[in-house]
């Protein structure tokens, strides 16, 4: 070894270390801003300003029981966002979000109530259409070439058709009271002992993986995390929520529904960074003929995608179904396409494919729905609530677009 790459090795050893000080995570930290990867910063920093403004218009806003009734309403939506980062992570879109949701909520209602079958017997039903319904999307996009726009936009129609079909002149089919699927929608709240337990399962896996990572990391001679930096921050995630759950139940406490949300969001969020399948779907998404030649099933991934997505937004439109305790003509309508793929974008998943997060649609909800909550307690009219909602989802593409640019500027660079 020459002394000159002596010296390179021992300078790239000394920026390593300082790399390790909380002024080099910092700088760090700032490195990625600038070259695009904004990460939730920009979620974050919306959220901030949006509670702020309707706590100081309104401080009923941040009441306890107000924000309980705003997490039951982001599962709904939210769920059937998750399904929509699937196709936007590919560069696809599936505007029958709304449509498919609604016709969930149709045949839960005609199998269950008119038809008389088990109520489990009418969820499967209702998700083996979603999941059906997927699969043509996929099949025309594979097979004949046709975009995703095209098709999901005859799809809203013909699927809106058979919902006002299935249900018939009377427009609505009332759900029991009584039934455990309504007290899940609107009643269900978990113990307070077991939403603080499972409070503390985020920093445990934060601390148990990163110890992990720093350990493999070390063997094989590369920088790790301090350990002081990272009980830094599993202490500051612990109390974070741990005080959001003891604010949550002075009111009426976490909803079953959202907890329903939030295990649907890690369990794709694991298959997206942990699986073949997930490393499969950034890899179809950012190129899709380099995907192909290097031995990819494309054609499988844009199936398990949109069957994803439709089989996930009539999970939603049954959740909203229990949330409203009623089938109705008016289910899936509305603003339900724009919220279910606003929040996606909103929440950091790239319009143009290859990078998104599961979480995006549970940031991306939370910002919509208390933009929406907000509005409501100023009894402001709705046409503010799409002009703001649209506004936000603006400056999200824009701040996406940006960042590419400053992406694909720091890669050449």
């Known amino acids: 070894m020459t002394q000159e790459t002596r010296k390179l090795l021992d300078r790239a050893d000394e920026r390593l270390r300082q790399d390790d000080s909380i002024a080099g995570i910092i700088r760090g930290f700032w490195d990625r801003v600038r070259s695009g990867d904004l990460g939730i910063l920009p979620v974050a920093v919306g959220l901030v300003v949006i509670s702020a403004v309707f706590t100081t218009l309104n401080p009923l806003f941040i009441a306890p029981n107000n924000l309980v009734?705003?997490?039951?309403?982001?599962?709904?939506?939210?769920?059937?966002?998750?399904?929509v980062v699937c196709v936007l992570m590919l560069g696809e879109i599936d505007l029958s979000v709304g449509s498919m949701s609604g016709l969930a909520s149709a045949l839960v209602g005609v199998i269950w109530i008119k038809m008389g079958f088990p109520l489990p017997l009418a969820i499967l039903a209702a998700l083996a259409a979603g999941?059906?319904?997927?699969?043509?999307?996929?099949?025309?996009?594979?097979?004949?070439?046709?975009?995703?726009?095209?098709?999901?936009?005859?799809?809203?129609?013909a699927i809106l058709g058979m919902q006002l079909y299935l249900l018939g002149s009377g427009g609505s089919i009332n759900l029991p009271y009584a039934s455990n699927m309504v007290k899940f929608g609107q009643l269900m709240i978990m113990p307070d002992w077991f939403s603080h337990t499972v409070a503390l399962l985020p920093g445990i896996i934060l601390l148990w993986g990163g110890i992990g990572i720093a350990r493999r990391r070390r063997a094989v001679g590369l920088s790790a995390q301090p350990l002081g930096l990272l009980l830094v921050k599993t202490v500051v995630l612990t109390a974070a929520l741990q005080f959001a759950v003891w604010y949550l139940n002075l009111g009426r406490g976490v909803p079953w529904m959202f907890g329903l949300f939030?295990?649907?969001?890690?369990?794709?969020?694991?298959?997206l960074t942990r699986t073949k399948w997930g490393r499969s779907m950034f890899a179809v998404g950012g190129n899709r003929e380099a995907a192909r030649r290097s031995g990819i099933n494309v054609k499988r991934i844009y199936l398990s995608a949109f069957m994803l997505c439709?089989?996930?937004?009539?999970?939603?439109?049954?959740?909203?179904?229990?949330?409203?305790?009623?089938?109705?003509?008016?289910?899936g309508t509305g603003d339900v396409n724009l919220n279910a793929i606003a929040a996606a974008v909103i929440g950091g998943t790239s319009l143009f494919g290859g990078r998104g997060s599961a979480y995006s649609a549970l940031l991306g909800i939370i910002v919509i729905q208390a933009?929406?909550?907000?509005?409501?307690?100023?009894?402001?009219?709705?046409?503010?609530?799409?002009?703001?909602?649209?506004?936000?989802?603006?400056?999200?593409?824009?701040?996406?677009?940006?960042?590419?640019?400053?992406?694909a500027t720091h890669g050449r660079g």
Do not use: E, H, K
């Open 310 to 331: 439709s089989t996930l937004a009539a999970l939603g439109g049954m959740l909203s179904a229990a949330r409203l305790a009623s089938s109705s003509q008016q289910a």
């Open 371 to 407: 933009i929406s909550n907000g509005l409501t307690l100023l009894n402001l009219s709705s046409s503010l609530r799409y002009m703001i909602t649209g506004g936000v989802l603006a400056i999200a593409v824009i701040i996406d677009s940006l960042a590419r640019r400053s992406r």
């Open 262 to 271: 939030v295990l649907l969001v890690v369990i794709l969020n694991y298959a």
């Open 69 to 83: 009734n705003l997490l039951f309403d982001c599962a709904t939506v939210g769920v059937i966002s998750l399904g």
């Open 131 to 157: 999941a059906i319904i997927g699969a043509i999307y996929a099949t025309l996009l594979n097979w004949i070439g046709m975009p995703s726009f095209i098709s999901t936009l005859s799809g809203l129609l």
